[in-house]
């Protein structure tokens, strides 16, 4: 029996569907869009709040304080806003494409929560496949940017729709092979399962796979500091140039949901999901979604942005490379030692420290002059 | 072999936003809270000691923006200037000072006030008894020592992060 893979026997004792509603299938797909909808919405409306409050007193300010206590109001006051802002569309623009951007950019967002479990077996569809569902999904949110890029007809939104398609391609690689070291352990693509294997955390058992993934998830969503074809406080906002009104409340609806993916993701894959001592399991994953979410907003106030060719580089130099490197160590381990467990946690954070300093060793820019 | 390129660097300036965290921010929330300003701030305002005036009008000559207006009568029997109007547009005036260091009787002084803003342009002339002292236009501090020393210290931001929550 390898320890990396759950017993069958013992998964089985554990329901891994929901039980059975009354009225079968169809209240257990309401049921589940209902709360994936509404969890999405509100989350992200936290999320504006937690990044802006606490990105504000990182930098010695109050942030938001006016709209409600601690200006928890403050993204419903937005939303009001910018709903009843008019909705400007460019005279050259083209006008079925501008419209289609914002919701096909959308809508693989909320679908991707279809295969995140809350707590176990409590998730809309346990596809077999799950995370590979989810890999193929979030792709298509591109193809929402690019769209916006060019029925924009503006030359800036093109550039920094073609910016984000580069960053994006680039960056899928090594979230996917860093994925794949999860799967390797696994031994099953379904998300559920996923999170039964994690008697520990993956993040001990994958701590490179780990950093891979939040570096690779954070370029992936333009977050900064890779946020550099939309950075807020230095050009107009890239792709979502012209858009205005509802359609741009889209566009940063999906900028935050899509930051919501990325943690749900790697609470899942990497931080043991639902799975906690105490607390409810659903309450355990929104926890654990939030730390994500803080350590991102924590690195966002941390960090400068990057420029594109190093945004390229570190993508395709840097990341790429241990990503590789990483599943062949875990496909190692897992032949050699398949019930080792203990002591393969510090070995992998040691590998993981070695790998990082090596390579940033070998990291060049621009032909060596400039090390990074 | 420099560690701080190596990731320690990430994680100093990770330390020090996260000690930002816990600190006091800095903001003012303006209306409700103000700060004390300079002691020796040229406020948006003139403040006239009528008293003390002779109506030299020294300080009109001095003024590079031609804002101060003495008009005088002349008295014969006490032998000296009546002053009849002294009018400033605060609205021309670019708070230099100049006309509060000629004056030669000490009789013009700088508002500590900074909140003058006003809704009509009219609003904006003050002659005479609008430009005497009282309780809400305190005189500054500014060429009058003796005036600084009685008003608050001036409130320091660097002094707001690191001081207690009161």
């Given amino acids: 029996m390898m320890i990396f893979n759950p017993d069958p026997s013992s998964v089985r004792q554990m329901p891994t569907l929901a039980p059975d509603w009354p009225g079968g299938f169809w209240w257990h797909w309401l049921l589940f869009t209902v709360i994936i909808i509404a969890f999405v919405l509100l989350l992200v409306m936290g999320y504006i709040w937690l990044e802006r409050r606490a990105m504000g007193r990182m930098q010695a300010r109050l942030g938001p304080n006016r709209a409600g206590p601690f200006g928890l109001l403050q993204p419903v006051a937005d939303a009001l806003k910018v709903m009843l802002k008019e909705d400007i569309v460019p005279v050259n623009a083209d006008k079925i494409v501008h ?22 077996g409590a998730l809309l569809a346990d596809l077999n496949i799950g995370i590979v569902f989810v890999v193929a999904i979030s792709s298509i949110s591109t193809l929402g940017v690019f769209m916006a890029g060019w029925g924009s007809s503006n030359k800036y939104s093109l550039l920094g729709a073609m910016r984000n398609v580069a960053s994006v391609v680039s960056y899928e690689i090594p979230v996917v092979l860093s994925i794949a070291g999860v799967v390797l352990i696994t031994g099953s693509l379904s998300m559920n399962q ?146 080792a467990i203990a002591w393969l946690i510090p070995v992998n954070i040691a590998v993981m420290v070695i790998l990082v300093l090596l390579w940033s060793k070998l990291f060049k820019l621009g032909w060596g002059r400039v090390e990074v | 072999m420099k560690f701080e390129r190596y990731g320690i660097g990430i994680a100093k300036g990770l330390r020090v936003t996260f ?58 029997v006490e032998n000296k200037y009546v002053v009849e109007k002294f009018e400033v ?78």
């Fill in chain 2, 89 to 166: 547009d605060t609205g021309y005036c670019i708070s230099c000072g100049l006309c509060i260091e000629a004056c030669p009787y000490e009789a013009l002084y700088m508002g500590y006030a900074y909140e003058r803003a006003k809704y009509r342009r009219e609003d904006v002339i003050q002659t005479n008894e609008q430009l005497l002292p009282s309780a809400d236009r305190l005189r500054s501090g500014y060429m009058y020592p003796e005036i600084a020393a009685q008003l608050p210290r001036q409130t320091l931001l660097l002094e707001r992060i690191t001081e207690e929550e009161e």
């Fill in chain 1, 99 to 120: 419209l289609l951007a914002p919701i096909i950019a959308f809508a693989p967002v909320l679908i991707i929560f279809a295969v995140v479990p809350f707590a176990n």
């Fill in chain 2, 19 to 76: 000690k930002h965290l816990f600190r006091r921010p800095v903001t003012v929330q303006y209306p409700e809270q103000k700060l004390h300003m300079s002691r020796r701030i040229r406020g948006n305002e003139l403040i006239w000691d009528k008293d003390k005036c002779t109506g030299c009008a020294t300080c009109a000559k001095t003024c590079p923006q031609g804002v101060i207006q003495v008009i005088t009568s002349v008295d014969a």
């Fill in chain 1, 194 to 339: 996923i999170v039964l294997a994690q008697e520990i955390p993956f993040i001990l058992l994958q701590p490179l796979g780990f950093l891979i993934f939040f570096i690779g998830g954070c370029a992936e969503i333009n977050r900064s500091p890779f946020d550099l074809l939309e950075a807020d406080s230095e050009i107009v906002a890239g792709f979502h140039t012209e858009y205005s009104g509802m359609k741009f409340a889209m566009f940063y609806l999906v900028e935050y949901a899509e930051a919501l993916v990325i943690s749900a993701l790697i609470t899942t894959l990497f931080l043991g999901g639902w799975r906690g001592p105490i607390l409810p399991p659903w309450l355990w994953f929104l926890v654990k979604v939030m730390v994500v979410f803080f350590v991102m907003v924590w690195t966002r106030t941390t960090l400068p942005r990057v420029r594109i060719d190093q945004l390229m580089a570190l993508a395709w130099k840097f990341l790429f490379p241990l990503a590789l490197l990483n599943l062949f160590i875990t496909g190692i381990e897992i032949l050699a030692w398949p019930t």
